[in-house]
C-alpha cells in the first residue's frame, strides 16, 4: 500500500497555487461581478415592475392585467441580466439564447391562439379602445364593459346577459364607442298629415327643443321636412344632449312632441325615430 505524504501534497498544492493565483484571482474576480450583476438586476427588475404596475394602476388598467404585465417585464430584465451574468463567468451566452429562442417558437406554435389574444389584450391596454364602465358594441354584441383581461373581455348586455368575448376577435372588428364622446346626437322622424301646416309643424317641434334644458343649444340643431311620402310629411329633427342623459331625452322629447303636435291640431301619421352617435367635432 502506497504512503501518503501529507506534507508532499501539502506543498504540491501550495505551489499549484503560487503558479495560478492570477487564474484564481480572475475567477473569483468573475464570480463575484457574476453574483453582483445578478442580485443589480433583481433589484433593477424589481423598481421596473413597481413603476409599470404604478403607471398602469394610475390609468385605472385592470388589476390582472396590470400585475400580469408588471411581472413580465420584471422576468424580461431578471433574464437579460442572467445571461449577463453566465457570460461574465464565461459560459457560452450564444448557446443560452439560441436554446431559449428554441423554446420560445415551441411554445408559441402551441399556444398561438392563446397568444393572439394575450397580444391583442395587450393592444386593448395600449391603444384603450374601450374601457370598463363603457357601453360598446363588438361585433354586432352591445353592452357594458366589465372587465378586460388578458385575453378575453366581458360584457354586460342591456338585458343582464353576460358575454366573454376573445381580445383576438375584438381587435381585429370594428369597435363602436357609444360612451366615450361626452355629446350624442339624437335623431328623430316624426310624420305627420298631408294637410298639415309645414311651417307651424317647425315652429312647433323648435319650440320643444328650446324649451328643453338638456339640449345643447350651440350645437347643431336641424329641423326640417326630409321627405314627401304617399301618407305622409316627413320631418327630420336633429339635436345634441350629454351622452348619460341620451336615451331619457329622447323619451322625454318624444312625449313632448306628440303632445304639442296634439295641441296645435296637427294629427300624427306614424312616427320612428334613429339615435345615432356622431362624434363632438361633426
Not at 505524504?5 to 473569483?28: C, F, K, M, P, T
Not at 388578458?150 to 358575454?163: A, M, N, P
Not at 294637410?195 to 320643444?208: A, M, T
Amino acid at each position: 500500500m502506497k504512503k501518503i505524504n501529507v506534507v508532499d501534497d501539502i506543498n504540491h498544492a501550495g505551489n499549484w497555487l503560487i503558479r495560478n493565483q492570477e487564474l484564481i484571482l480572475s475567477y473569483i474576480i468573475n464570480l463575484v461581478s457574476s453574483i453582483m450583476i445578478l442580485v443589480i438586476g433583481f433589484f433593477i427588475a424589481k423598481a421596473i415592475s413597481n413603476v409599470i404596475k404604478k403607471i398602469l394602476i394610475t390609468r385605472n388598467i385592470d388589476f390582472t392585467i396590470s400585475g400580469f404585465l408588471s411581472a413580465l417585464a420584471k422576468y424580461i430584465v431578471i433574464t437579460f441580466f442572467l445571461i449577463a451574468s453566465l457570460g461574465c463567468i464565461g459560459v457560452q451566452t450564444t448557446s443560452v439564447i439560441a436554446i431559449l429562442g428554441a423554446a420560445g417558437m415551441a411554445v408559441g406554435l402551441a399556444l398561438q391562439g392563446s397568444l393572439s389574444n394575450f397580444a391583442a389584450g395587450v393592444l386593448l391596454v395600449i391603444l384603450r379602445p374601450l374601457r370598463i364602465g363603457e357601453y360598446v358594441n363588438l361585433e354586432n354584441i352591445s353592452g357594458t364593459v366589465l372587465n378586460i383581461h388578458i385575453f378575453y373581455t366581458t360584457l354586460r348586455t342591456l338585458d343582464g346577459k353576460i358575454v366573454v368575448m376573445p381580445n383576438g376577435k375584438i381587435i381585429s372588428g370594428n369597435i363602436i364607442n357609444h360612451s366615450r364622446e361626452k355629446t350624442r346626437r339624437n335623431e328623430f322622424i316624426i310624420s305627420v298629415a298631408h294637410n298639415s301646416d309645414i311651417d307651424l309643424v317647425i315652429k312647433v317641434l323648435k319650440n320643444v327643443l328650446e324649451k328643453d334644458k338638456r339640449v345643447i343649444k350651440n350645437k347643431d340643431i336641424v329641423v326640417g321636412l326630409s321627405e314627401l311620402t304617399p301618407s305622409s310629411l316627413n320631418f327630420i329633427v336633429r339635436c345634441w344632449s350629454n351622452t348619460d342623459e341620451l336615451n331619457i331625452v329622447y323619451w322625454d322629447l318624444m312625449a313632448k312632441f306628440k303632445k304639442t303636435l296634439d295641441l296645435n291640431n296637427i294629427s300624427t301619421s306614424h312616427s320612428k325615430i334613429e339615435i345615432c352617435c356622431h362624434k363632438k367635432n361633426n
